[in-house]
């Protein structure tokens, strides 16, 4: 029997609470499976600690972590330190420095969840957001702080094998999807160095996969593209910035930031790889109990796809679209249910 080691990183805010309904479901997966098994350690890597010790990942911790077959993430922010300290401080050393380039994101309208689009069920695309470079790489600085000159740079970082990569990765992955199609989003009309690269290499990489029809849109039409015809689109292959803001509109559109999930991978397995919601710590619900764990198992679904559990991530993506489709629903997507309760209906239909 395979014995999978998780590393459990709940957190700030809601990833403390549907991480927790994550490892349940994915626990009872395990169980009724009979042929895997899964090992969790829980770390408190979050902001409380932060604030205490004055670090959110302790010495050596990246190096134990390198030991886990994935990660399962919650979510980081607090209201008492600044986004990029806790952003840089915890999510960013784990995908940048175990180079999980590849941040998958599918978003699709469940069975019973509404999207705000008429046209919503024609929703069916994967972003996928190159995710060690780019706009993010933390390339700049500060000079004459607080002074009138002050001047600040964030300076976009785009290499040929960086770009190379999540071009290949885009389209192998838009090759086993029904409709093949790929779609290059950037910006090369305005932005004419890294954003040209970006094109010029889609087209050569492009050359190895005449199977996958492709096109391409600059960012800001491609927003038009997904509300007035959602249903052109099949993978969408976007840099670091360009792809966190189309991820949520895909997630909104989709019926909630509740059940978007995403995948941050090192496809060359020399790294674990990281599974975590969309959403971020939702100071304005947690702790009331009514987050919505969709997300998170739909992440969870991703994860055992990725340690090679085909069969118990297909049964956690139907016990979910199940549950949907009766209309167990938290508040984001209009109902009434508690976090407790849509985990107890798909728990309720793993241990039938
Ligand atoms: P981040 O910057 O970390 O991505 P954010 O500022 O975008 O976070 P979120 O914490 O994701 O904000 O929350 C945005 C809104 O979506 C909030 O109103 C929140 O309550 C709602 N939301 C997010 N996730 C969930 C969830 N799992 N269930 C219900 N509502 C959610």
Redesign the pocket.
Known sequence: MNTYRIAAVPGDG?GVE?IAAGVEVLEALARRSGSFALDFKHFDWNSDNFVKHGHYIPDGGLEELKTFDSIFFG?V?ALNVP?HVSLWGLRLPICQGFDQYANVRPARVLPGVKSPLHNGQDIDWVVIRENSEGEYSGNGGRVHRGLPEEVATEVSVFTRVGVERIHRFAFELARTRPRKQLTLVTKSNAQRHGMVLWDEVFHEVAKDFPDVRIDKELVDAVTTRMVLKPGTLDVIVATNLHADILSDLAAALSG???IAPTANLNPGKQFPSMFE?I????F??TGKG???PI?TFWTAAMMLEHLGEVQAARQLMSAIEAVTEAGVH?P?LGGTATTRQVTDAVLDLLNR
């Open positions: 809601i549907v979510a922010g986004d909630s930031l509740g919601p959403h971020g710590s939702a304005d619900i009514v987050a919505n997300a938290t984001d």
